[in-house]
């Protein structure tokens, strides 16, 4: 990665060039776009959405959405739920992801959380061999298709 990142409030100012970042179009069907995303935190506020747009430099370069400290329920995971994560196809593979990750995993930590839970949808191409490098371990649960996964806080300094 050569510039450190920055997770930015979304205002009325920044919405439409984050709002813009798009993944590549083979990774669509397993990645929501952000414009998805706001509808989805609209839709959903029982979801309690946390989200922020990535920043390196001035550039939106991705975007991250969390459920954040909800009671679990039916088709709600948490209390932490990665409900998105994405980066533009064109600043993929420049280690935007893990810094995402860890900046994501250190405002948990300070909030006292022991672990984040996240999903993918499996196929070619899937995000899930990110999230297992990254630590993240399949709980044995398949919510709406999608494989669920954990992360443990607790173990990773």
């Keep these: 990665m050569t510039t450190p990142i920055r997770l930015v409030e979304v205002t009325d100012a ?7 970042v798009r993944v590549h179009p083979a990774q669509e069907r397993f990645v929501a776009s952000v414009e998805k995303s706001f509808l ?10 946390w989200y922020r747009a990535v ?3 001035d550039v939106p370069v991705g975007f991250v959405m969390l459920s954040w400290n909800v009671t679990p329920g039916p088709g709600l995971l948490g209390p932490f ?14 280690g935007y992801g893990t810094a995402i ?47 669920v ?6 173990s990773r300094p």
């Design 81 to 94: 739920y990665l409900w998105r994560l994405l980066i533009g196809a064109e600043h993929q593979r420049h």
């Design 40 to 49: 989805d935190a609209e839709q959903e506020p029982e979801g309690n959405p």
């Design 101 to 147: 990750l860890d900046e994501v995993v250190a405002l948990l930590r300070a909030e006292g959380a022991t672990e984040l839970l996240t999903s993918y949808v499996p196929g070619e191409g899937t995000p899930g061999p990110f999230y297992l490098g990254y630590g993240f371990v399949p709980t044995g649960e398949v919510e709406d298709g999608e494989v």
């Design 149 to 154: 996964l954990r992360l443990d806080l607790s």
């Design 55 to 57: 920043y390196a430099a």
């Design 14 to 20: 920044n919405r439409a060039a984050v709002t813009a």
